[in-house]
């Protein structure tokens, strides 16, 4: 993209595709490159110096900067309206980096009651071990978050729509709870996408991503990203990456790039495809509950129409047979592939129970509305009659 176009006003579709590469193209290339390289030659030992002390712009080293991967970093961070993004190895580098990067010794940390296993694992029994404490609470409820703030709490920790339940949180709620106190608010914004929901816009401080979901979008690499909304942030987000190793290699950048370039074709037709899955359970007599925020009976409909452009492609079930039928179901899916993670061009089908929240206890899943008979989708861009006629025929095999 050329530099004259980057306070060019365009649509979010358009974004996607036009925002992040090199400014000006070296050999008039239409792809951003893949620098493969670890470190970069300085001009003079004169400007060599002047990189590492921050006068003079330039990269150094492929850990601390390298171009493919600052052009994934401009691409996200604009689709988010941000101020800065920073690339890492995985989504739970990004969470680390948040986590450990922003908070020390005596802090406490605020954390919804539904989040990613580990996120929720990191939070209870790896930051005690560094002097954080830590309480969750229902981030639905902007009361009960208003009661359980304390005066050292310094960073509130909320997905929404969270892992695996769908819970909506009231961002702008949120917003107000935290300014008012001097406190950071960090969203992780996995589910929804820039697509469909921007944080920051809302008065979040700063929004994680897993880009090996739905920006990637073809579970075929895994990457982070921590985009903020003030340099200050940003400096000791960067600091902690850069020091402790967390960054992303330039091949990861390039590949993650290319599925964004596709982000709005892919997020629109996938939960348009869900849905019409979640029509369809609803009606199922095998199936005893939906959870989708498309629903009009789902707790955060409302909430979910506010502050999003879509509901998404995520939803979760429960089936008649508790856990027996949700594996018998699972068992005998054919165009749900039977696997963790989400947000590929393929649908997915997954038991939180027993995979992606199985390192919590049994009560610790039933505090955050995870039974033993949900099931998760994530729903893909297939022909939506070949997902429903797939999900039917499993379903018809459960007594």
Same mark, same amino acid.
């Given at each position: 993209?050329?530099?004259?176009?980057?306070?060019?006003?365009?649509?979010?579709?358009?974004?996607?595709?036009?925002?992040?590469?090199?400014?000006?193209?070296?050999?008039?290339?239409?792809?951003?490159?893949?620098?493969?390289?670890?470190?970069?030659?300085?001009?003079?030992?004169?400007?060599?110096?002047?990189?590492?002390?921050?006068?003079?712009?330039?990269?150094?080293?492929?850990?601390?900067?390298?171009?493919?991967?600052?052009?994934?970093?401009?691409?996200?961070?604009?689709?988010?309206?941000?101020?800065?993004?920073?690339?890492?190895? =995985?989504?739970?580098?990004?969470?680390? $980096?948040?986590?450990?990067? *922003?908070?020390?010794?005596?802090?406490? !940390? @605020? +954390?919804? %009651?539904?989040?990613?296993?580990?996120?929720?694992?990191?939070?209870?029994?790896?930051?005690?071990?560094?002097?954080?404490?830590?309480?969750?609470?229902?981030?639905?409820?902007?009361?009960?978050?208003?009661?359980?703030?304390?005066?050292?709490?310094?960073?509130?920790?909320?997905?929404?729509?969270?892992?695996? =339940?769908?819970?909506?949180?009231?961002? $702008?709620?949120?917003?107000? *709870?935290?300014?008012?106190?001097?406190? !950071? @608010? +960090?969203? %992780?914004?996995?589910?929804?996408?820039?697509?469909?929901?921007?944080?920051?816009?809302?008065?979040?401080?700063?929004v994680v991503h897993s880009l090996t979901k739905y920006l990637n979008g073809h579970s075929d690499v895994l990457g982070g990203m921590v985009i903020v909304n003030q340099v200050e942030i940003s400096k000791k987000i960067r600091r902690f990456l850069n020091l402790f190793g967390g960054t992303m290699d330039p091949h990861q950048a390039w590949?993650?790039?290319?599925?964004?370039?596709?982000?709005?074709?892919?997020?629109?037709?996938?939960?348009?495809?869900?849905?019409?899955?979640?029509?369809?359970?609803?009606?199922?007599?095998?199936?005893?509950?939906?959870?989708?925020?498309?629903?009009?009976?789902?707790?955060?409909?409302?909430?979910?129409?506010?502050?999003?452009?879509?509901?998404?492609?995520?939803?979760?079930?429960?089936?008649?047979?508790?856990?027996?039928?949700?594996?018998?179901?699972?068992?005998?899916?054919?165009?749900?592939?039977?696997?963790?993670?989400?947000?590929?061009?393929?649908?997915?089908?997954?038991?939180?129970?027993?995979?992606?929240?199985?390192?919590?206890?049994?009560?610790?899943?039933?505090?955050?509305?995870?039974?033993?008979?949900?099931?998760?989708?994530?729903?893909?861009?297939?022909?939506?009659?070949?997902?429903?006629?797939?999900?039917?025929?499993?379903?018809?095999?459960?007594?």
């Amino acid at each position: 993209m050329q530099d004259r176009e980057k306070d060019v006003s365009m649509g979010r579709a358009t974004a996607a595709i036009h925002r992040g590469g090199l400014g000006t193209p070296i050999y008039g290339e239409v792809s951003v490159p893949i620098f493969q390289t670890s470190t970069f030659g300085f001009p003079s030992a004169e400007a060599g110096a002047a990189r590492f002390t921050g006068a003079e712009p330039g990269f150094i080293y492929t850990r601390m900067g390298n171009p493919t991967v600052h052009a994934l970093e401009e691409a996200v961070t604009a689709l988010e309206q941000g101020a800065a993004g920073h690339a890492t190895a =995985t989504g739970m580098a990004a969470i680390a $980096a948040v986590l450990l990067g *922003l908070l020390g010794q005596g802090d406490h !940390l @605020l +954390a919804g %009651d539904c989040l990613y296993g580990p996120t929720h694992t990191v939070i209870d029994r790896e930051l005690p071990r560094f002097g954080i404490s830590a309480t969750f609470v229902d981030t639905a409820d902007p009361a009960r978050v208003a009661e359980a703030l304390q005066p050292n709490t310094r960073l509130l920790f909320v997905e929404t729509p969270a892992n695996p =339940t769908l819970k909506i949180t009231d961002l $702008a709620a949120m917003a107000r *709870l935290t300014r008012e106190r001097g406190i !950071l @608010l +960090a969203v %992780d914004n996995t589910f929804a996408t820039p697509r469909l929901q921007r944080p920051l816009t809302l008065g979040a401080d700063l929004v994680v991503h897993s880009l090996t979901k739905y920006l990637n979008g073809h579970s075929d690499v895994l990457g982070g990203m921590v985009i903020v909304n003030q340099v200050e942030i940003s400096k000791k987000i960067r600091r902690f990456l850069n020091l402790f190793g967390g960054t992303m290699d330039p091949h990861q950048a390039w590949l993650i790039l290319r599925g964004v370039r596709t982000l709005a074709l892919r997020v629109d037709k996938a939960q348009a495809n869900a849905q019409k899955i979640a029509d369809f359970l609803e009606q199922h007599p095998r199936v005893e509950w939906v959870r989708y925020p498309g629903l009009s009976h789902h707790p955060g409909h409302d909430v979910a129409r506010k502050q999003m452009d879509g509901f998404g492609a995520m939803l979760c079930f429960g089936v008649k047979g508790g856990l027996a039928g949700g594996r018998m179901l699972m068992n005998h899916l054919r165009f749900f592939t039977l696997a963790v993670s989400l947000g590929g061009v393929e649908s997915l089908v997954q038991h939180p129970a027993s995979m992606t929240h199985a390192g919590l206890s049994r009560e610790e899943r039933l505090a955050e509305g995870i039974s033993d008979e949900m099931v998760r989708l994530s729903v893909g861009c297939e022909d939506v009659e070949d997902l429903i006629a797939d999900l039917d025929q499993a379903l018809q095999g459960i007594p």
